[in-house]
């Protein structure tokens, strides 16, 4: 690898960097990053790159990559290619696998597979047995082995006292707690949001006050235990929002993330049957997806997250109530948010970056990428402005399950460079 990206705009907001680079990059270590000229050699890979922007590697903060389990699916390998593809750096892979993430074995065995690939693959252990809801699983030993946090995403968990307790027991090293918030005797055999488009199909509801509960719940229960870490999943719902920044105004440690399709679509997208909509929490209606966008613009929602969920053709290809919860959502995901909020003007590329890189580093207390001379890169580039049609045929996931299919996008991952690989996205 010998690359040089010429006169390239470098967003770093850590480093205050908002600026045009010669950024030259050998075998995987940056060797200048500044407007000095750099000499051109034979064997350098030169581009032309003043409508391109480097960044601090993406993180997408929740992704599932069905291993153990369902790795027809997806797996480790292809995950992380989708991920790179994407302009991803790093990922969390959720644990609702088969068998669960609940035990130091497992996480070895993750950590193991994820191994010398440009991706860094980070594993989320589930917070009880089998995310069962009952018993907690070994939350410090689980840490020890390397889980960044922990979650029994899939499911919520439904006792109180039981999450009370995984909060007591992450203050002792200060553990980061996140939370699929369904309270599930609410939602149970839902197919879609509760609304009137659910009343005319004549599909059984999942009324947003179901998220909100766990929420308010989850909020005391993190304050009570001393002002815990406390993350939530997939935020959709206006009065979530409420919540969380009411949460943060009080000076709690609570962070959120949003995932594009809560952002794009509503629940009159059910209405043709289409089991690339249907997911969990559903997708919800226009007044959410307004609170959701304010959420992003104001911090009260601290990063995007993809819940890349795959599913095979034969999964989804079913009746829409039996269908799958998800979507895939890790190579859609840059050009979704880059259309949707920077091209709408309701954010800046300053606050992409924030809200792809720096925000989720500090939620899982990464150490934070430097961008300077003799540095490892750790980067995402990235076109902002570049229009492209999405062509799922072109994804390096195993799946297909996505709604954004053949939808225009303008902005577009270019490269990833990471643990010493150059890899250029094909979309």
Known sequence: MNILFKNIRLISPEQDIDSHVNLHIVDGIIKNCSSNHVNIT??????????????????????HFREPGAEYKEDMKSGAAAAANAGFTEVVCMPNTSPAIDNVLAIEYLKNKAKNLPVNIHVAAAITKNRAGNELAPMLELAEAGAICF??????????????????????KDLLIAQHCEEHSITE???MNESEVSYKLGLKGYPTVAEEIIIDRDIKLSEYAGNRRYHIQHISTRKAVELVRQAKNNGLRISAEATPHHIWFTDCKIENYDTNYKMNPPLRKQDDINAVIDGIKDGTIDCIASDHAPHSYHDCDVEFEKAPNGIIGLETQLGAILTKLYHNNHISLKH???????????????????IKNEQMANLTVFAPNEEWIVDKNKFLSKSRNTPFHDMKFVGKPKYIVNNLQLVESNL
């Open 189 to 191: 055999n839902f197919t």
């Open 352 to 370: 992409v970056v924030n809200i792809m890189a720096i925000n989720m580093r500090k939620i899982l207390q990464l150490e934070g990428v430097i």
């Open 42 to 63: 034979n064997n350098m890979q030169v581009i032309e790159a003043s409508n391109l922007v480097a960044a601090p590697g993406f993180v997408d903060i929740h992704v």
């Open 151 to 172: 979650t029994d995403d899939g499911s919520c968990v439904a006792s109180a006292e039981v999450m009370k307790r995984a909060f007591d027991f992450a203050a002792t």
